[in-house]
């Protein structure tokens, strides 16, 4: 059963290494490092702004009569659901996550991808390297249905997880010039 793409493999490279290697690991390095960078830079800071002004402006301690009028209060309102959702409710979406990936574990393919062939059997070479395909190989059956349908889970998951983050983001945008801590 062979993949829809092609991935050219370096010598000495480990195409096994881990779930999801289908770029070579020196560029998945870079590519996870480049996520990680999006959300540590970009995400996680813009949520921490919010953070720090709840928790010195509307606080006990804060200057401002959040109570004083009805767009105060909407304001108050609106920022304190973002900052719950930050601090509570995203934590859902990881704890599932987990318990997803804790269970794909146990139905991981035995192996990601065979060589592609040349019409008289011999290994198919690009420049310096070998070609693969992506080929999911499992020792039952029952495996490879339980590997589909939770893959299938996990990208919904991460998928309603990106939604949730964008459009609390825009929210957090369209509230930011009420928010001077």
């Known amino acids: 059963m062979g993949g829809d793409f092609v991935l050219s493999q370096k010598p000495g490279t480990n195409l096994n290494a881990g779930f999801g290697t289908a770029i070579p690991p020196s560029n998945l390095d870079i590519f996870l490092i480049h996520m990680q960078i999006q959300d540590v830079f970009f995400i996680t800071p813009c949520f921490e702004i919010l953070s720090q002004f709840i928790e010195k402006e509307c606080g006990p301690d804060g200057i401002v009569n959040w109570d004083g009028d009805e767009a105060h209060r909407k304001f108050r309102k609106d920022i304190q659901t973002i900052y719950d959702w930050w601090h509570n409710s995203q934590k859902d979406y990881k704890e599932v996550e987990e318990i997803l990936w804790a269970e794909h574990k146990k139905h991981e393919p035995t192996s990601w991808f065979s060589p592609i062939k040349n019409e008289d059997?011999?290994?198919?070479?690009?420049?310096?390297?070998?070609?693969?395909?992506?080929?999911?190989?499992?020792?039952?059956?029952?495996s490879r249905d339980i590997h589909d349908t939770l893959m299938k889970a996990t990208n919904k998951l991460e998928n309603m997880y990106e939604e949730d983050i964008n459009r609390r983001l825009h929210q957090l945008v369209d509230l930011r010039m009420g928010m001077w801590t």
């Open 121 to 142: 059997g011999t290994p198919k070479m690009g420049t310096y390297t070998q070609l693969y395909t992506m080929d999911l190989q499992f020792e039952k059956e029952e």
